[in-house]
């Protein structure tokens, strides 16, 4: 009997080093990593996750959104760095007197502490501000623009022209020259507008979005140059393929900084192509916006070909050639509008 005893003892032994030898041979690539099995959905959602991580503007869509600023900045050399551009959901810049082009910022997310140089209006910036639903801040303007904003009913900040409590939602810094000095905040000009009663109105609207695992369409390009008329508003625009953004440079190659030193980056660039006309011996231009033209759009260091279309009163699109809305990746968009016969290298 006991012998019988010692046989299934052992026998019993010889099968638990069996099991543990098979054991360890199944378990082994999780510790080691070796020829671990592969979970394609699993390893997509991570690269996801991790692509995410990477991209500046994950999650832009997603902020809580007011009623959209429409601030005119300057953009002559004394005036850099400004403040606001690099937060605002769209910058479109405008070609103006002199070959200068100045920049519009539609704001309607984050607190800014600081947002300018602010600047004049022209009748195309006030037919903007209307398009996204937005509050025109400005300092005077065209005589036009004057004209027209005496005319039309619609809701402006005008530090030269308006009543004391806008007058005073402005301030002049002391280490710029006038008229490159002219700031504000996004806090103060809220205040003010809740003081004075104004309606939030409606959101502005939106472009739609493509998301960061989406195939994006497109000749490849590495930089985007545009020259404008005047050698200090010459502009290029840099793919970083890393971040998938494009990177503002100036004249000379140099970084386009904001008033905190950080360089402006966003996720879209697109070049409105537009038809104009001189409307004094002054050099003011007329942009002529509405209608249709040619465009190009610049998403994640690639450009299709396209067509812009804006009837009076409505939103600008941007279509493709066979007419389909040309969706754009989250996070800012800067539209730079040049006149007919402009000089664009990509």
């Known amino acids: 009997m006991k012998k019988k005893y010692i046989l299934w003892g052992m026998l019993v032994f010889i099968l638990s080093i069996l099991l543990g030898s098979f054991t360890l041979f199944a378990v082994r690539p999780y510790f080691m990593g070796e020829n671990a099995p592969y979970n394609k959905e699993k390893n997509d959602d991570q690269a996801i996750e991790q692509e995410e991580k990477s991209y500046p503007f994950a999650g ?5 959104r007011q009623r959209a600023l429409a601030v005119v900045i300057d953009n002559a050399e004394k005036a850099r760095p400004q403040a606001g551009l690099e937060r605002a959901d769209v910058v479109i810049e405008f070609p103006v007197e002199g070959g200068l082009t100045r920049f519009v910022a539609i704001i ?3 607190d800014m502490d600081l947002i300018g140089p602010i600047r004049s209006a022209r009748p195309y910036i006030i037919d903007l501000a209307k398009e996204y639903k937005g509050i025109l801040i400005h300092a005077g303007g065209s005589e036009e623009a004057l004209n027209i904003l005496e005319k039309e009913n619609l809701d ?11 007058v005073s939602s402005f301030w002049r810094i002391p280490d710029r020259d006038k008229p490159h000095n002219l700031f504000t905040s996004s806090d103060v000009l809220r205040h003010t507008i809740n003081n004075l009663n104004i309606k939030p109105s409606s959101l502005s609207p939106q472009r739609p979005v493509l998301s960061l695992d989406e195939k994006i369409k497109g000749e490849q390009v590495e930089n985007i140059n545009i020259f404008y008329t005047h050698k200090s508003s010459a502009v290029r625009f840099s793919f970083d393929e890393e971040q998938r953004v494009f990177l503002r ?6 970084p386009h900084l904001t008033y905190l030193g950080e360089q402006l980056m966003m996720a879209n660039v697109i070049v409105q192509i537009v038809p104009y006309r001189f409307t004094d011996g002054d050099g003011h231009l007329q942009l002529i916006m509405h ?12 450009v299709i070909q396209g067509k ?4 009076p009163g409505e939103f600008t699109q941007f279509i493709d050639k066979q007419g389909q809305l040309i969706s754009l990746l989250e996070g800012p ?8 016969g402009t000089r664009i290298d990509y």
């Open 156 to 166: 402006h900040f005008d530090e030269i022209n308006g009543g004391i409590q806008v």
């Open 333 to 340: 968009t800067w539209i730079s509008v040049v006149t007919r």
């Open 291 to 302: 209608g249709e033209g040619d465009a190009l759009v610049f998403r994640d260091g690639k």
């Open 308 to 311: 812009w279309q804006k009837k």
């Open 249 to 254: 440079y100036l004249e000379d190659n140099k």
């Open 108 to 110: 309607s997310t984050d």
């Open 60 to 64: 832009w869509k997603d902020k809580n």
